[in-house]
């Protein structure tokens, strides 16, 4: 509306021309000169503050850190801050960010008396977003402007000065909820994503990465919609079906839903629904589909690009374990540039975890949800192609890394050859130890994987490149089951060398879980076909590991014949790590039948061989056992100072089983000598190593240690 009139102005031009030109929408003041007060009116209605909050959340369970993060940003926001207070909930579709709002904003909403607004962003226009935070405000609807740019200009001014909320759900892209910030440092701006929305930085955004509950907290969630007493009935069910819902909240939830609503049911029950990977998603909603992890999955894939997309159905073929934009690239056969592209996007949609030190891991459901888009998508020709490629570089892998860790060991497997003379990935036998135990899980997941496909020859080959980490590490739980597998693989395999081999070498496991007579029936059918195929070399091995077996059996003298056969065999074929290996283990058996003084002998000289072969694990192991045949002829001094060698090279390669067995042997010296306090020094270090590595040595240091006297005991 115009205030004043052009002819009563005292400076009336006649050229002058009073007149709006441009388009116009809404209200607009023209004046040219005006004495006296003026109110103009633009159409505003008076309207309690807006409380647009969805509420307080009635379900909620231990967020108290994140929680307390939050209370710490809105307490350490400057007070002279020129910007809204901006915070940024990012995480996975389902692990909680709408909860976790809602119950932070409701805590603290008394302290923004101008009102809350709320938006969900996924899938509105922003004009209609904006449209409605104006009318909220007190704009009246036929005075709400109808371009964008317009709407942001009056929101802004609307907003300037006041003490508001404003809640964005699912907001897709920075640029978006740039446009919704009100224009007052007095205002708080909370965001929910499943994007990284990483040009919010520019707008001073706080941003809080949400991730699915501990266990403890899902079963507090179980227990408050299901009802304490049967979760507490069923505590080993609930526990599982936590583990199968990933601990995620929806998936939680929605499980908690079909218990609370079928009190005759067992949680046993929905386990037993849930077992099946191929219908866990499918079981993961309710019936109208109001808690569901697939529609929630399938939300976020739909929002991925073609290359995107295809990367996350590769990664299915992947177990949901830990890797690589190198693993990343092997599975889509693509340049590690690009995978590393690829999987940045992904994180960035929180379909995919980052982990340090540039490692990925899908959510166990997302696995789930990729494998079926795969199925859904991809031709089965593809998807084998992905397994295939996957599992091949964890073999080259793996192998690499056994050729480093024992690197004069003979082999069956072909791919040692096409290994052995590229460049090696791992600088020494520590460093390859280590790799291997960490991708045992991923290595096992592969094991059974190819058991299932049919792909055998993958599964035994897998096995024997396992050999050397659980010679020095042990894992026996996981060392005898893969190899059971590997032993099934190898009978379906056309490689006839390979059930003797997988048959010894599941002998070892045997040996090191004492079960000493599985372990001479596995090595004696081995021999047998061993001589069927006149395999020299596979006989000496297995002889070595019957005399081995026989050892532990307290049959010192088979045990030397059996070792003086293979000694002989890895003689005639020039084998000079097979001579020092057998007269290693002569020394040893010559030690169990008292002969101590050839024993310092066989054993003096194995030491010498292994050093001259540069094989510092087996040169460790002798001059274990040396030490305490020195101890046998009363030479404590040498003893110690030998064990203190053998210590030093187990270390230096990671050999962490061995680094118990010489702590043991350590210890015989000092009880011998009398020094006990040191005795069970010696005694602890033995333990701790032998109980982390779940090996059986670890029941007998701790009945040594509590036979000590009592101003010892531990």
């Known amino acids: 509306m115009a205030a004043g009139r052009e002819e009563h102005s005292e ?28 109110h103009i009116d633009v159409g505003g209605r008076n309207l309690p503050p807006p409380a647009e909050l969805a509420p307080d959340p009635a379900v909620f369970i231990n967020r108290e850190e994140e929680l307390n993060e939050l209370d710490q940003l809105l307490h350490e926001h400057p007070g002279a801050a020129a910007s809204p207070i901006l915070v940024v909930i990012v995480g996975l579709s389902g692990v909680g960010k709408r909860s976790l709002a809602l ?63 404003v809640m964005l759900e699912d907001a897709v892209s920075a640029a978006q909820v740039r446009t919704m910030l009100p224009a007052s440092a007095s205002s708080l701006v909370l965001v929910t994503t499943r994007h990284r929305l990483s040009g919010l930085v520019f707008e001073g955004a706080h941003y809080l990465p949400l991730s699915p509950l501990s266990t403890d907290a899902a079963l507090r969630l179980l227990e408050r919609v299901v009802g304490a007493k049967r979760i507490r009935d069923e505590r080993s069910a609930a526990r599982e079906l936590i583990r199968l819902c990933g601990r995620l909240p929806i ?53 991925l690009n073609g290359d995107e997309a295809r990367m996350y159905r590769a990664l299915g073929a992947h177990p949901p374990t830990e890797f690589t934009s190198e693993i990343a690239a092997v599975a889509l056969d693509i340049e590690v540039e690009e995978a590393a592209r690829l999987l940045d996007r992904l994180v960035g949609a929180s379909m995919l975890q ?62 040692y050859e096409q290994v052995r003379g590229e460049p090696s990935p791992f600088d020494g036998p520590s460093v390859a130890l280590d790799w291997l135990e960490e991708a045992l899980p991923t290595i096992r997941a592969f094991l059974l994987e190819a058991a299932d496909r049919g792909l055998h020859d993958y599964v035994w080959q897998l096995c024997e490149a396992l050999r050397g980490l659980f010679l020095n590490r042990v ?114 058996a010559h030690c169990a039948l008292g002969s101590y003084t050839t024993a310092v002998k066989d054993l003096a000289e194995a030491s010498r061989l292994f050093e001259e072969l540069g094989d510092r694990y087996n ?5 274990t056992q040396l030490g305490l045949a020195h101890l046998e002829t009363h030479r404590p001094e040498a003893a110690m100072e030998t064990l203190a060698h053998a210590l030093v090279l187990a270390h230096e390669i990671g050999a962490t089983l061995q680094e118990g067995h010489i702590h043991l042997a350590m210890a015989d010296v000092d009880a011998a000598g009398g020094d ?35 101003d010892l005991q531990p």
């Open 11 to 38: 400076h009336h031009s006649p050229s002058a021309i009073n007149e709006i030109s441009g388009s116009l929408s809404g209200a607009a003041v023209q004046a040219h000169a005006i004495h006296g007060g003026v």
């Open 103 to 165: 119950k932070w904003l409701h805590g603290i909403r008394s302290s923004f008396g101008d009102g809350q607004l709320y938006a969900d962003l996924g899938g509105a226009a922003p004009e209609a977003v904006l449209g409605g935070f104006l009318r909220a405000l007190g704009t009246a609807p036929e005075l709400v402007p109808s371009e964008f740019e317009e709407q942001v200009r009056l929101f802004r001014s609307l907003t300037a000065g006041r003490r508001l909320i």
């Open 251 to 303: 998936a939680v939830c929605a499980s908690a839903a079909r218990l609370a609503s079928r009190p005759q049911w067992s949680v046993q029950s929905v386990v037993h629904e849930l077992a099946s990977t191929r219908t866990r998603l499918a079981m993961l909603g309710n019936e109208d589909e109001e808690i569901s992890a697939q529609v929630a999955f399938d939300v976020s894939y739909r929002a």
């Open 354 to 415: 980052a982990l340090a030190a540039e490692r990925f891991r899908l959510h166990d459901l997302l696995h789930l949800h990729a494998q079926g888009k795969a199925a859904d998508k991809d031709a089965h020709s593809e998807r084998s192609a992905t397994f295939v490629r996957l599992a091949e570089w964890y073999l080259k892998r793996a192998v690499a890394a056994d050729l480093v860790v024992v690197p004069g060991r003979w082999h069956v497997g072909p791919v």
């Open 475 to 588: 894992h026996l739980r996981e060392w005898e089951e893969t190899h059971e597998w590997g032993l099934a693989a190898a009978r379906e395999s056309h490689n006839k060398l390979a059930v003797p081999r997988m048959m010894e070498a599941l002998a070892w496991a045997k040996i090191h879980a004492r079960h000493f007579e599985e372990a001479v029936s596995l090595c004696e059918q081995a021999v047998e076909l061993w001589r069927a195929e006149s395999h020299a070399l596979g006989q000496a091995s297995t002889h070595s590991s019957l005399g081995v077996a026989n050892l532990g059996m307290q049959r010192p003298r088979s045990a030397v014949e059996h070792f003086a056969r293979a000694r002989l065999i890895h003689h005639s074929l020039g084998r000079l790590r097979g001579v020092a290996l057998m007269t290693r283990r002569l020394g040893e």
């Open 619 to 623: 040169q460790a192991r002798t001059l």
């Open 676 to 710: 006990r306090a040191q005795e069970r020094d010696h005694l602890r270090m033995a333990l701790s190593t032998f109980s982390a590595l779940g090996a059986p040595q670890a029941e007998q240091v701790q009945a040594r240690l509590h036979e000590l006297p009592p």
